[in-house]
T-cell receptor, first 117, second 115 residues
């Protein structure tokens, strides 16, 4: 069965320093992986997705993630944090749930990112 | 193009009351789904639909009903509200085609409190 584990429930960094949000996944076959961001009292927005093309995936707002099959990891990084990056981040794996091609999203528990001035 | 819309934004119910959370999308997406978000648990799938007239259960379907009479709308009904259903509810939609993982677009959420 597909699952994801986000290794940190809370990460705090200073503005201008690098961000690392860690995610390990479990999947019985080649997975599709996503990172979503949720700003306070808002819906979820897709940051980036991996679907078996390039292992280094670039997303919006300067974020990127690297798929490492040997480590079953999909960590999210950003070289320099900005105050607007403060939000909850979810690592997500998808799996097919019907013949019509629908995909179920399985969410990690979330990592809250705090940016210190 | 409004994307995915949800109403109401906030709702307070008493135990035993019923209500319907509305969800609509204008992107002609075949796939629609409902999730609930609880602290420390990410989002969990309640029900989903792959087209008009086709629905199925997710991880946590008990206490909820859905139907899909049109491509655009996917309402979620709480039959008899319980305090355990206090949560934030998100509706999402996406394309479906050949098993590919397309981006799911989320609505802004409905914050439900059951007293």
């Amino acid at each position: 069965a597909q699952s994801v584990t986000q290794l940190d429930s809370h990460v705090s960094v200073s503005e201008g320093t690098p961000v690392l949000l860690r995610c390990n996944y479990s999947s019985s076959y080649s997975p599709s992986l996503f990172w979503y961001v949720q700003h306070p009292n808002k819906g979820l927005q897709l940051l980036l997705k991996y679907t078996s093309a390039a292992t280094l995936v670039k997303g919006i707002n300067g974020f990127e993630a690297e798929f490492k099959k040997s480590e079953t990891s999909f960590h999210l990084t950003k070289p320099s944090a900005h105050m607007s990056d403060a939000a909850e981040y979810f690592c997500v794996v998808s799996r097919p749930i019907s013949l019509q091609g629908a995909q179920k999203l399985v969410f990690g528990q979330g990592t809250r990112l705090t940016i210190n001035p | 193009n409004a994307g995915v819309t949800q109403t109401p934004k906030f709702q307070v119910l008493k135990t035993g009351q019923s209500m319907t959370l509305q969800c609509a999308q204008d992107m002609n997406h075949e796939y629609m789904s409902w999730y609930r978000q609880d602290p420390g648990m990410g989002l969990r799938l309640i029900h989903y639909s792959v087209g008009a007239g086709i629905t199925d259960q997710g991880e946590v379907p008990n206490g909820y009903n859905v139907s899909r009479s049109t491509t655009e709308d996917f309402p979620l009904r709480l039959l008899s509200a319980a305090p355990s259903q206090t949560s934030v509810y998100f509706c999402a939609s996406s394309r479906t085609s050949g098993g590919q993982s397309y981006e799911q677009y989320f609505g802004p959420g409905t914050r439900l409190t059951v007293t």
